[in-house]
């Protein structure tokens, strides 16, 4: 699960990889599996290819796919998850949050679910260095690919008149600043008061509150963003 450069390994941390509804997500989500270097390391098929997560996603589009499902396609990979890895995930903003569902009170998510855990695991086991690689390469092909292809092919003509770079900065904001912020300040609440629970358990809540008004803030962003690009 790391990446070694000659005497050197690194780590890539969850906190590292942009989160579900987030603009650099999106690229990566939607571009991953048709660049050169994934379809490299993946010829083997240790990894999801897009003609495989598509088969998928098309397999489970009326209702949204199920845990007990997401660990059976798993399964054909061979891949082995604890299944408190996947609710860490999701809890972390990793994997996206169950959907409103016609069939009962099982818990069905969006069909996309497997391609975020695919993204995760090769992210994870290619290592820093090609996430920071994937991510400036993905931020150019998913800017052309936001104004040239979901723009004029996929949205309402409508949506053309909009100016939606003002939606990257929101994104860019909250990813590389208020994310930024939160992570470095558990780690100093750590460090500054780790030997007084009392105190550390305070300023965690105080820390705690933060956070969830910056998902408040993401999840606004986000719904603005796809009630632009329906045109409502």
Not at 65 to 81: A, C, G, M, S, Y
Not at 149 to 167: A, G, V
Request: proline content about 2%; aromatic content about 10%.
């Amino acid at each position: 699960m790391m990446y070694e450069d000659k005497h050197r390994v690194t780590k890539v941390k969850l906190e590292e990889i942009p989160r579900i509804n987030t603009y650099g997500r999106d690229i990566l989500a939607k571009g991953l599996t048709e660049m050169d270097y994934y379809k490299e390391t993946n010829k083997d098929g240790i990894y999801f290819t897009e003609e495989e997560l598509q088969a998928i996603e098309q397999k489970y589009r009326a209702e949204g796919i199920l845990l007990k499902e997401v660990f059976v396609e798993l399964r054909k990979k061979k891949w082995r998850i604890n299944p408190n890895t996947i609710k860490h995930y999701i809890q972390i903003g990793q994997l996206p949050r169950s959907i409103e569902s016609k069939r009962g009170i099982l818990a069905h998510y969006p069909t996309d679910f497997i391609r975020h855990i695919n993204l995760i695991r090769f992210i994870i086991e290619s290592g820093r260095k090609e996430l920071e690689a994937l991510l400036s390469a993905m931020r150019k092909v998913g800017l052309d690919s936001i104004t040239d292809l979901e723009i004029l092919q996929q949205h309402d003509p409508s949506y053309k008149q909009y100016d939606m770079d003002f939606i990257q900065m929101f994104y860019s904001g909250i990813n590389a600043k208020l994310l930024e912020g939160i992570s470095n300040g558990k780690e100093a609440i750590k460090k500054a008061f780790a030997d007084d629970n009392k105190k550390m358990e305070k300023y965690m809540k105080r820390l705690k509150k933060i956070e969830v008004l910056v998902e408040k803030l993401e999840n606004e962003v986000n719904d603005f963003k796809n009630e632009c690009e329906k045109g409502n």
